[in-house]
């Protein structure tokens, strides 16, 4: 739940930030209007499909709340799709922590198990063969 509030929060405010001020920072960090303009056409043909799945591909991400405020798309459907697609986002990244955490604890534990009967056969060698040193020291006086 923390995660999809989360992603869901964070577009949001890209989206007012774009919606209130897009223009104004387009002009003065020139270097994201291309980018952002690309965005904002794809957002205008395909605004379901975008939003949907901006966050998954690197680096959409961080312009694409921001370039959707720029464009046609209204609050509430932005709102609407941008709350399914930040569910299905933080479920699909939440379960895969999931999946690698039970995978990762079974490979340690199975590691971990043949781990100690390799640690304990080497103790007992070394205990038998330090008790036959100590015994040959003690045999010596």
Known sequence: MV?????FT?????FWIG???GARLLDRFPRFERPVQTVVRLTDRHYVWM??????PHGVRGLAGFAYG?????????LALNFVAAGLWSG???SAGYAFGQFSETSINNASSG????MLVAFLGL??????????IVERY
């Open 70 to 78: 720029i464009s046609r798309l209204p609050w509430s459907t932005f």
């Open 127 to 136: 205990s038998w063969l330090l008790s036959r040193k100590l015994d040959q």
């Open 92 to 94: 699909a990244i939440v």
């Open 115 to 118: 781990l100690g009967i390799v």
């Open 19 to 21: 919606r209130s001020y």
């Open 51 to 56: 939003i949907l799945l901006h966050r998954f």
């Open 3 to 7: 995660c999809w509030f989360g992603s």
């Open 10 to 14: 964070g577009d949001v405010i890209r």
